[in-house]
């Protein structure tokens, strides 16, 4: 073997690389540092795993503090159920507008309402019988206690009666006289009822006329010669305040808990009808209860995780070496660490939200997934290592990828925590929180149980009963821990040849850019619409309202224009501005050609009787035009000062057209708005309550936009270091973009529109799309095959198998080296741990929420997208590039002993990601296996010694052991082992 000088330490690239110049050494300056900084994160975890090796009994208390502490946070518990509150942002310009509105006009009201619909047998329910039951179902509500604190009044003042309180009520055309009907056939109830809608000067108590409010009182109505002669369904909507101080809402809120219990008793009650109902509170109950109707999801999902993970490590075959109690160590580590995430966020007062009840689900599945990595490197460690080695040599190779892969999901969500929407923000901040405390609780708590398992194994105890021994193994057979031999994944090297043959490679491009097309197209075509539908569970009482109301009532919205500008109204160029807003409205294609204009009347007022409108005679002559009756409902349109000499504000109405279409909505709101500021020179705006639900829609595509880039981009500047290629990174970065407008297509195919809840899921797909297309680019730029192909072949043979399954992300030394250690039952599990991130969303499917079905949804395009990029598209492309990789050669100070073999630098213990360095120990000019050069490597402490003969055979000893065969003799109980009560070999210097 040769030895190297010191003044070796010379840069040597065995080609030349494509992403820079060899003159400019940028990407040797790169791959330097990413050497560095990869090397450093496995020296400090080798040295916490140690750490924690040597101290389970104090890290396993430490972290069980910790989540207790951060549990008091549950004390804080506040639950944020209110949609306003959620899902609109706090500063958008309805609200603003709206607190400006409110203060000239009552336009934030609660809608209670009652929704009738006339059964098969009886069609038409203007019969006595049937509106006998209308006004049961209406006394009911009167009689409500606190109705009259809490109903609305014209004059803003409290109620002293239910005769004082707002309501449109098709009952009103009786004067709410029950006995009204005695004696009165169909046909006069038809003629009562058409006389109250051509009666234009009598006014209903919202200060209407009947027949402005006909469309919202009678569904499905027909009227002939201008009779009223049928109609299927009624609607009466009970007007309640909505309160700004928090005391009074809850009072409010209980007065419609009570509403909501009291027309639900009715349901059985009313022969004529089916019975329907709505609250202001029932979508924020409906979110909870969404939410809640699927806890017990939770637990069946927390079962099968714990059945998954003792089924894949507990190798029942193997009394020994299983890990089966390990399993549900893990389990509850994440549990654990979902614990802490929640209780910390709640500590720092973070509204807990419907939404965040999907987070057991995902971080269970990535939480799983890390355990089942820091297992599989566990088990193709040598036999013959100490307990602490070990877990140092475990937290060394794996723990480095779990944090990058961690890294990934908190960035993403740490980013979109700066977005509009309320329950994205908080949905990410629980969301980074209990991936973090999860990641963290597998690095400390489950890594000193696992120390526990290491010393179990190495005392010969039963994996399920550690305090029985195994069996001894039938004579002839291997040891209980014997390392098996190697089996590599043939079916993904077979695969890695098959996409790099010219045919298929013409087919994959053919493929990725037709994907990529209709991913496009699928962006352009992607629905905005928000139905609150999905906000409910299938068999809530509010899916049933929505359908029936768009089935049989219009859902045309009236919309204020607001005029607040203080301008002098006895001008007449004022005036022509007013009433130039009409045709403003009018003239938009989104609303009706219909409009309810006080100035508009007036004028018209005042042309027939020859009046003066303008100047000084300007507020007389309308005082005494609001004092005709078949006028006097135009004095909810304007606001006088306190001591009626002048006009302060007043208002006009628009009608947009009949649509229950988000997207349309939105495009009335913000044309309306526009046309206005640009024809208008009036201080006018348009609102409606309904604005500020609206308003989400018209941000939702920017803020995706923004989150999609800020936080991709990001992900990919964390994940840099690991691919170390510039061009490799640019490969990956639009291997990203390309399957996010795939899910958008996908989107397109499933019905799934474009709001709050996809962007969530979006948001998530942000880490897992990078990781997908990342394992198989690291690969890729670590092997060190001659050409393009072979390094494909290479990157699917020793990961395509751990990506097909979601898995972990090897480092150099395993995609170089291939350790034969435990190989044949790593292979096994490194093909079945990346299920356990779909199984815990898998379960989803069946919820009850379509909140939660759409997460699944989206989750299940995420991983067949991502699976399709990683192991398909992304490697074709990656054959097309002439990378080489750079190599650093290192001095003499760096490594003891190196061999320059085909340009390779191959050196002792260099486990390192970017550089295509390549571990080898050579004696008599053969390569060492993997788990022997690991064997051999010197502890720290320096009481390791090395043996390794002609044939490579190696073995540790140290001072006082005697060596059998290349194995330690067992001597006696360790001081750790006796403290557990286990009998074992060595590691007398290992404290806990």
């Known amino acids: 073997m040769k030895q190297v000088s010191n003044s070796s330490a010379e840069v040597k690239s065995t080609n030349k690389s494509c992403c820079c110049p060899r003159r400019l050494n940028l990407c040797l300056l790169w791959s330097s540092f990413c050497s560095w900084f990869l090397r450093s994160l496995e020296r400090f975890f080798g040295w916490f795993g140690a750490g924690i090796a040597k101290r389970p009994l104090i890290t396993i208390p430490i972290c069980l503090v910790f989540v207790s502490v951060c549990s008091v946070g549950f004390v804080w518990f506040q639950s944020e159920t209110r949609t306003e509150k959620l899902f609109i942002p706090q500063d958008s310009k309805s609200i603003n507008d709206l607190e400006i509105a409110e203060k000239y006009f009552r336009v934030k009201i609660r809608e209670e309402i009652i929704l009738l619909v006339a059964l098969p047998g009886n069609q038409n329910i203007l019969s006595p019988e049937c509106l006998r039951q209308a006004f049961q179902a209406h006394n009911a509500v009167i009689e409500l206690e606190s109705y009259n604190n809490f109903c609305v009044t014209l004059s803003a003042n409290k109620s002293r009666s239910a005769e004082e309180c707002v309501m449109i009520n098709p009952l009103e055309f009786l004067q709410f006289n029950e006995s009204k009907l005695s004696g009165k056939d169909p046909t006069q109830i038809q003629h009562e009822l058409s006389k109250a809608y051509n009666d234009t000067s009598s006014l209903m108590r919202n200060g209407r006329p009947f027949w402005f409010n006909f469309n919202r009182m009678f569904g499905d109505a027909i009227r002939k010669d201008g009779i009223v002669t049928e109609a299927k369904a009624l609607q009466m909507i009970y007007l309640i305040q909505d309160p700004s101080d928090d005391e009074t809402n809850e009072k409010v809120l209980a007065w419609e808990k009570n509403f909501v219990d009291k027309v639900a008793s009715l349901v059985d009650k009313l022969p004529c009808f089916e019975v329907h109902y709505s609250s202001e509170r029932s979508l924020d109950d409906a979110i909870a209860e969404s939410s809640g109707s699927d806890v017990s999801l939770v637990a069946i999902t927390f079962t099968i995780m714990i059945s998954f993970a003792c089924l894949i490590l507990g190798k029942f075959l193997n009394p020994l070496t299983g890990h089966s109690l390990l399993a549900n160590a893990g389990v509850f580590a994440v549990a654990l660490g979902i614990l802490a995430g929640l209780g910390l966020g709640m500590w720092f007062r973070v509204p807990f939200i419907s939404l965040v009840g999907v987070l057991p689900f995902l971080v269970l599945g990535v939480g799983i997934d890390d355990m089942f990595i820091m297992v599989d490197e566990l088990d193709r460690q040598p036999r013959d290592l100490s307990t602490v080695e070990k877990i140092k040599a475990v937290m060394k190779h794996s723990a480095p990828t779990v944090c990058m892969t961690t890294m990934t999901d908190l960035v993403a969500f740490a980013v979109s925590t700066s977005t509009s929407f309320?329950?994205?923000?908080?949905?990410?901040?629980?969301?980074?929180?209990?991936?973090?405390?999860?990641?963290?609780?597998?690095?400390?708590?489950?890594?000193?149980?696992?120390?526990?398992?290491?010393?179990?194994?190495?005392?010969?105890?039963?994996?399920?009963?550690?305090?029985?021994?195994?069996?001894?193994?039938?004579?002839?057979?291997?040891?209980?821990?014997?390392?098996?031999?190697?089996?590599?994944?043939?079916?993904?090297?077979?695969?890695?040849?098959?996409?790099?043959?010219?045919?298929?490679?013409?087919?994959?491009?053919?493929?990725?850019?037709?994907?990529?097309?209709?991913?496009?197209?699928?962006?352009?075509?992607?629905?905005?619409?928000?139905?609150?539908?999905?906000?409910?569970?299938?068999?809530?009482?509010?899916?049933?309202?929505?359908?029936?109301?768009?089935?049989?009532?219009?859902?045309?919205?009236?919309?204020?224009?607001?005029?607040?500008?203080?301008?002098?109204?006895?001008?007449?160029?004022?005036?022509?501005?007013?009433?130039?807003?009409?045709?403003?409205?009018?003239?938009?294609?989104?609303?009706?050609?219909?409009?309810?204009?006080?100035?508009?009347?007036?004028?018209?007022?005042?042309?027939?009787?020859?009046?003066?409108?303008?100047?000084?005679?300007?507020?007389?002559?309308?005082?005494?035009?609001?004092?005709?009756?078949?006028?006097?409902?135009?004095?909810?349109?304007?606001?006088?000062?306190?001591?009626n000499s002048k006009l302060e504000a007043s208002r006009i109405l628009g009608f947009m057209k009949d649509s229950a279409s988000s997207t349309f909505r939105k495009d009335a709101m913000i044309t309306l708005r526009e046309k206005i500021t640009e024809r208008s020179k009036l201080n006018a705006f348009p609102i409606n309550r309904n604005f500020i639900f609206i308003e989400q829609y018209a941000i939702t595509s920017r803020e995706t936009i923004r989150n999609l880039l800020i936080a991709g981009l990001t992900v990919v500047i964390i994940t840099s270091p690991f691919l170390v290629d510039f061009t490799v990174t640019l490969l990956v970065l639009l291997n990203f973009a390309a399957l996010i407008c795939e899910l958008f297509g996908l989107m397109v195919i499933w019905g799934v529109s474009l709001n709050t809840v996809s962007m969530v899921n979006l948001v998530m797909a942000i880490g897992f799309a990078v990781d997908y297309s990342a394992h198989v680019a690291h690969a890729y730029v670590t092997s060190d095959k001659a050409t393009a192909n072979e390094r494909v072949i290479e990157a699917l043979s020793t990961l395509g198998a751990s990506v097909l399954m979601g898995g972990e992300w090897y480092t150099v030394d395993d995609t170089a080296v291939k350790r034969k250690a435990s190989a044949g039952v790593a292979q096994k599990l490194r093909e079945e741990i990346g299920c356990s991130t779909f199984l815990g969303m898998v379960i989803l499917a069946f919820a009850a929420s379509e909140i939660f079905r759409i997460f699944f949804k989206m989750f299940f395009g995420i991983v067949v997208l991502g699976l399709l990029h990683g192991l398909c598209i992304m490697p074709v492309y990656l054959s097309f590039m002439c990378w080489k990789p750079v190599v650093i050669k290192p001095s003499s100070t760096e490594a003891e002993t190196e061999e320059m073999s085909g340009g390779v630098v191959r050196q002792k213990d260099s486990q390192v990601f970017g550089n295509g360095l390549q571990l080898a120990c050579l004696a008599n000019e053969e390569e060492i296996p993997a788990h022997q050069k690991t064997a051999s490597q010197l502890s720290e402490d320096g009481t390791q010694a090395q043996q390794i003969d002609k044939n490579g055979k190696g073995s540790t000893q140290r001072d006082d052991d005697t060596v059998i065969d290349g194995a330690i003799e067992n001597k006696g109980i360790t001081s750790d082992e006796e403290e557990l009560g286990f009998k074992s070999t060595d590691e007398k210097h290992i404290g806990i």
């Open 422 to 643: 309320p329950a994205i923000r908080y949905f990410c901040i629980y969301a980074g929180l209990t991936v973090t405390f999860s990641f963290l609780m597998i690095v400390t708590y489950f890594v000193a149980i696992m120390s526990f398992d290491v010393r179990r194994i190495k005392s010969g105890r039963r994996d399920c009963l550690p305090f029985c021994h195994a069996p001894p193994p039938k004579e002839g057979a291997p040891a209980w821990d014997e390392p098996l031999p190697q089996t590599s994944n043939r079916a993904m090297e077979y695969w890695g040849k098959f996409v790099t043959k010219p045919t298929t490679k013409i087919v994959v491009i053919f493929l990725s850019l037709s994907l990529l097309g209709a991913g496009i197209y699928g962006v352009t075509q992607v629905d905005e619409e928000f139905d609150r539908r999905i906000l409910a569970k299938d068999d809530s009482y509010l899916k049933r309202f929505l359908t029936a109301q768009q089935n049989h009532f219009e859902l045309s919205i009236p919309v204020s224009i607001v005029e607040t500008g203080g301008v002098d109204y006895g001008m007449s160029s004022t005036q022509e501005q007013i009433r130039a807003l009409t045709s403003i409205v009018t003239e938009n294609k989104h609303y009706k050609n219909l409009s309810f204009s006080w100035m508009d009347a007036f004028a018209q007022y005042a042309k027939k009787s020859n009046k003066n409108i303008t100047g000084e005679w300007f507020l007389p002559e309308l005082k005494a035009f609001l004092r005709i009756p078949d006028f006097a409902y135009f004095n909810q349109d304007l606001r006088f000062s306190a001591d």
